[in-house]
């Protein structure tokens, strides 16, 4: 496969290694080495570099999730993936339309054992037979399927109810956002599903939360809080509604009078007209390629 074949066939491989790690920079670097191996193994003569590709790098974000679950048990507070944002007047780059999978979806597979989730990511997104998951796992067919199907309970017992489309998100976040901004508690309870979870990553750089919060009537107290600090502190914040991993998000930005910079990025789970989950991304380290924008 020479040089410019692989590159067609990078957005795909990311798109695999980012649904299974939650990481866009662990996604590329284990993309890289995949190339690197393919390229060192090139005398032996590989018959479908596609299939090769993919059975390597699945073998390799194995080997990252299986060492990430002893890192994440330490992380402070809590975890949420590395967001994949675009602007709304323009489209993403391509790699980005690729990887684009909902930020609901990543935080449920999170849950998974790490076979779990390489079967259920190799299997149900990339159609991979089980007979090649196993190769991957290093186990049988019939013990990849099992993978597969306690994945798949999980996913469907903890993932956040998340079935409009994005004109609907946009509405519903745009009527939160107006009502935390006015401060208005009742018309923003109104826009929280009876089960809205608010979830925060600052990575121990930056004050999110320690745990999640739950339930409307907490939930919007603490919008309301947090965008009155702002106000309170002199923080100027600017919203800039964006696409987060393909649906409806806002980036914020903003400066304290100390010099300190203010840079998150709030994703939502909608379901019939309320929102069910909320995003708050703000870990420093998993902002790189937003700060760049």
């Not at 509405?171 to 925060?200: H, Q, Y």
Request: net charge neutral.
């Amino acid at each position: 496969m020479p040089s410019e074949d692989f590159e067609a066939e990078r957005p795909r491989l990311l798109a695999l290694a980012y649904r299974m790690l939650g990481s866009r920079a662990e996604a590329e670097d284990v993309v890289q080495e995949a190339w690197l191996r393919y390229h060192a193994a090139r005398a032996d003569g590989i018959r479908d570099p596609q299939a090769w590709l993919t059975t390597v790098t699945g073998r390799l974000c194995l080997d990252v999730l299986r060492s990430a679950r002893v890192r994440r048990e330490a992380y402070p507070g809590q975890w949420l993936p590395e967001p994949v944002v675009s602007h709304l007047d323009d489209p993403a780059e391509k790699v980005a339309q690729r990887m684009e999978v909902s930020l609901a979806l990543l935080v449920v597979l999170e849950r998974l054992t790490p076979e779990q989730r390489v079967a259920v990511v190799l299997h149900d997104a990339f159609a991979m037979p089980f007979d090649e998951v196993a190769a991957v796992l290093n186990t049988s067919a019939g013990a990849a399927r099992q993978h597969a199907s306690r994945g798949r309970r999980a996913v469907a017992d903890g993932q956040s109810r998340h079935t409009a489309d994005v004109a609907e998100q946009r509405a519903v976040l745009e009527a939160f956002l107006k009502a935390a901004s006015s401060g208005d508690l009742s018309a923003l309870a109104a826009v929280l599903a009876p089960e809205v979870v608010a979830v925060g990553d600052g990575g121990g750089a930056v004050n999110a939360g320690r745990r999640p919060v739950f339930g409307p009537d907490r939930v919007a107290r603490f919008y309301v809080g947090t965008l009155d600090r702002f106000a309170r502190y002199g923080v100027d914040v600017t919203i800039e509604p964006v696409l987060v991993n393909g649906g409806a998000g806002v980036l914020l930005r903003g400066a304290y009078p100390d010099g300190r910079r203010l840079l998150a990025v709030l994703a939502v789970a909608v379901a019939d007209g309320r929102i069910t989950a909320l995003y708050n991304q703000l870990n420093p380290a998993k902002l790189g390629s937003v700060d760049d924008r």
